[in-house]
């Protein structure tokens, strides 16, 4: 609250609630102080897809958004290659992911997770990836930050497989944060396509869980609108989304629930 004292103008005429004394003019100014919006990203070190990181990572910066990234252990992470491959991908959109992947300071001088409060920040963004499910899913401080940013004042962002932290992380109370809760993400009917009858990945590590069946297990409303091509979904405080086409999607979802708007 500042008071301020001026000489006598129009500004009673301009209907401003203001107090005359002797000649000044003396009105109260509410001073509200608002800052930048703040956002973490949890990357994995076991894999991410490049563009399901990339692309909410540049929306975000280009609303001024100001972010932070965090990995397990502080190292930088590590890109699933097959998000690099042109023939996987698309010449342009492997060619972006890797030239960012490579340069950006944010992502190649991350915090460890365990350092990150959910306090510092209006949203965590969860990108996508095979590798989070040996990773982040089922790490006790992200599983923490995803609890504690939609018990308190924040949005999250959780992308693709890992939706698949949604069949580990509960509430402060115990109970699974997905229960109830419509949410999207990496399907099965996709998963059939990558994995062998073994469940092993083309790389040769075995996948330790399939992210649909976690989250329908923990009691999460499933629906990857597999007829969609994006599938976004917002219930509450937390949004889903599908895979690396609703990358884009996901972020403008994103910045409309934090009330923040594109900058020209």
Request: proline fraction near 5%; hydrophobic fraction near 40%.
């Amino acid at each position: 609250m500042v008071t301020v004292m001026l000489p006598q103008t129009n500004l009673l005429a301009q209907g401003l609630a203001a107090e005359p004394r002797g000649g000044l003019v003396v009105f109260t100014l509410l001073v509200v102080e608002g800052g930048m919006t703040d956002a973490l990203f949890v990357v994995s070190e076991e894999g991410y897809w490049g563009e399901e990181c990339v692309e909410p990572l540049e929306t975000l910066s280009n609303a001024g958004v100001e972010i932070t990234v965090a990995t397990p252990s502080g190292s930088p992470p590590i890109i699933d290659e097959r998000s690099l491959d042109p023939d996987e991908v698309g010449e342009e959109t492997a060619e972006h992911v890797r030239e960012v992947h490579e340069t950006d300071e944010r992502l190649n001088d991350p915090i460890p997770v365990a350092q990150a409060d959910a306090e510092g920040y209006d949203t965590v963004v969860f990108p996508g990836g095979h590798g989070t499910a040996w990773d982040i899913n089922q790490d006790k401080h992200a599983r923490e930050l995803l609890r504690d940013i939609v018990e308190g004042h924040g949005k999250a962002l959780v992308v693709c497989h890992a939706v698949g932290m949604l069949g580990f992380a509960r509430d402060s109370h115990g109970a699974f944060i997905v229960n109830g809760r419509d949410v999207t993400g990496f399907p099965n009917e996709w998963e059939e396509g990558i994995v062998d009858e073994a469940d092993r990945m083309p790389d040769g590590r075995k996948l330790p869980y399939w992210t649909e069946d976690e989250v329908t297990a923990a009691g999460g409303n499933w629906d990857a609108e597999l007829e969609s091509e994006t599938s976004v979904t917002v219930d509450g405080d937390l949004i889903t989304a599908r895979g690396p086409g609703s990358s884009s999607a996901a972020a403008e979802t994103l910045l409309e629930e934090l009330d923040v708007e594109l900058e020209a």
